[in-house]
């Protein structure tokens, strides 16, 4: 059974400090996508990784994949309110297909001063 | 460039009724998904149409139809309401890889 797992669930931070989201998955896909999304809102993409040791960045988020471990983290640096809101990330499925999209849980993120 | 478009944003319903959700795609996309939302949940896949197609389909029971027209909208049927189906109704549409969200569709059912 394909599995996309995120840790944790819920995250509450002070401003200013870093933190990391971790999300496994079960399948072989080499793409994974990370979104955002606020209370009552959408999805918003953040990331779209590609490939094995991908890394982007914006802002105070940055994202990589291990293909080989089957892990992706979310790195947060220097967390200020306005990040508050529940981050997912996603697969595809069948794996390297545009097919459809395997989300893990959620991490509902509370910043606080 | 406008980007995903769902009607209605928030539909209430009676159980055992029927519902008619709408989503035209981004500008150059030819693939819509479909994707349920319960509240506190990940979305999770109902199904996709390409080439006015379902391609794939998640697991979801046959009252969860829907239908691509010519110009790559997409509608979304639900028969027979449940409580259950209360849920935000999620459109992407997609173009080789990446996927962008529509809005959503609130949907109710009492």
């Known amino acids: 059974e394909l599995k996309v797992e995120q840790n944790p669930l819920f995250l509450s931070m002070q401003e200013g400090k870093n933190y990391t989201i971790y999300c496994n998955y079960s399948?072989?896909?080499?793409?994974l996508y990370w979104y955002r999304q606020d209370p009552g809102k959408s999805l918003e993409s953040l990331f779209v990784?590609?490939?094995?040791?991908a890394v982007k960045q914006e802002g105070r988020l940055m994202a990589s994949l291990d293909t080989k471990a089957r892990l992706s983290t979310l790195h947060i640096t220097a967390a200020v309110h306005d990040l508050s809101a529940t981050y997912f990330c996603?697969?595809?499925?069948?794996?390297?297909?545009?097919?459809?999209?395997?989300f893990g849980k959620g991490t509902k993120l509370s910043v606080k001063p | 460039d406008a980007g995903v478009t769902q009607s209605p944003t928030h539909l209430i319903k009676t159980r055992g009724q029927q519902v008619t959700l709408r989503c035209s795609p981004k500008?150059?996309?030819?693939?819509v998904s479909w994707y349920q939302q319960a509240l506190g949940q990940g979305p999770q896949f109902i199904f996709q149409?390409?080439?006015?197609?379902?391609?794939q389909r998640g697991n979801f029971p046959d009252r969860f139809s829907g239908h691509q027209f010519p110009n790559y909208s997409s509608e979304l049927n639900v028969n027979a309401l449940l409580l259950g189906d209360s849920a935000l109704y999620l459109c992407?549409?997609?173009?080789?890889?990446?996927?962008?969200f529509g809005s959503g569709t609130r949907l109710t059912v009492v």
């Open positions: 992407a549409s997609s173009r080789d890889y990446g996927y962008t």
């Open positions: 399948t072989t896909s080499d793409r």
């Open positions: 990784l590609l490939s094995n040791g």
């Open positions: 996603a697969v595809d499925f069948p794996p390297g297909s545009q097919g459809n999209l395997i």
């Open positions: 500008s150059g996309h030819d693939t």
């Open positions: 149409y390409y080439e006015e197609e379902e391609r």
